[in-house]
């Protein structure tokens, strides 16, 4: 069984920082991409920042310029930092990972979300 276990949302002031974490674990084959998707009350979810196995980056243009995204291959493990947080980025924020697993194949898994909150 494979799962996505996301950490480091919270409540933060407007121009604050934070670091999302999502480390994929299970019977993993491959890890072919990773990211990040954010859902806002009343809104669809939308991609916020995606890395390939082969470190190819994309983001929201939105955010691009104020989040990173990075990836430790060894641990499976996906990291978006937030810098210069505004209230539009408050959403829950999942974790995405396209994955080759011995049961499934190739296949998407999904994390079971975590809350950044900008307020002042």
């Known amino acids: 069984q494979v799962r996505l276990v996301e950490s480091g949302g919270g409540l933060v002031q407007p121009g604050g920082s934070l670091r999302l974490s999502c480390v994929a674990s299970?019977?993993?084959?491959?890890?072919?991409?990773m990211g990040w998707y954010r859902q806002a009350p009343g809104k669809q979810r939308e991609l916020v920042a995606r890395?390939?196995?082969?470190?190819?980056?994309n983001y929201a243009d939105s955010v691009k310029g104020r989040f990173t995204i990075s990836r430790d291959n060894a641990k499976n493990t996906v990291y978006l930092q937030m810098n210069s947080l505004k209230p539009e980025d408050t959403a829950a924020y999942y974790c995405?990972?396209?994955?080759?697993?011995?049961?499934?194949?190739?296949?998407?898994?999904w994390g079971q979300g975590t809350q950044v909150t900008v307020s002042s």
């Open positions: 890395i390939t196995n082969t470190g190819s980056t």
């Open positions: 995405n990972a396209e994955l080759i697993t011995v049961v499934n194949g190739r296949h998407d898994y």
């Open positions: 299970g019977s993993i084959l491959s890890v072919l991409a």
